[in-house]
């Protein structure tokens, strides 16, 4: 299974976009969902050009809504992950933003030995932790 960096990379070179893999996913999961018993073609069905041939004729509301909500769950899962990543990001970008802004403040008071050499390990070490989080 790629990663999301290198899915990243293959959608930058060319490859398939975020959208085109949430489909295919998409695409699969309904593949995969088993048919209820009730299911069972009829002539409407079967037979291209059969006047107002659709898929109602296959299975009924409640067993469409059971597909959807199989075919869905992952695209559901899906979003709550990225929403997840997001605000990891955003922690990460205001624990770096507190790192900077106590920079500052130690520079201002001129006291490099004391202050502003551990201010600056710290920084470095929530940087660190940020670029292997990646």
């Excluded at 960096?5 to 060319?14: F, I, L, S, V």
């Excluded at 409640?62 to 955003?90: N, P, S, T, W």
């Excluded at 520079?107 to 990646?134: C, H, N, Q, S």
Aim: proline share 4%; charged share 30%.
């Amino acid at each position: 299974m790629e990663t999301e960096q290198q899915q990243d990379q293959t959608e930058a070179a060319g490859g398939a976009s975020a959208v085109d893999r949430r489909v295919s996913r998409l695409v699969d999961r309904f593949l995969a969902w088993p048919l209820p018993d009730s299911v069972a073609s009829d002539q409407c069905a079967t037979m291209p050009g059969y006047p107002h041939r659709s898929g109602t004729n296959l299975l009924t509301a409640d067993e469409a809504r059971q597909m959807f909500e199989y075919v869905l769950a992952e695209a559901e899962a899906c979003a709550r992950c990225e929403h997840e990543k997001r605000l990891g990001i955003e922690q990460q970008r205001d624990e770096l933003l507190a790192a900077l802004k106590e920079l500052e403040r130690v520079y201002e008071t001129g006291d490099f030995d004391t202050e502003f050499k551990p201010a600056l390990t710290k920084a470095r070490a929530t940087i660190a932790e940020v670029e292997g989080d990646k």
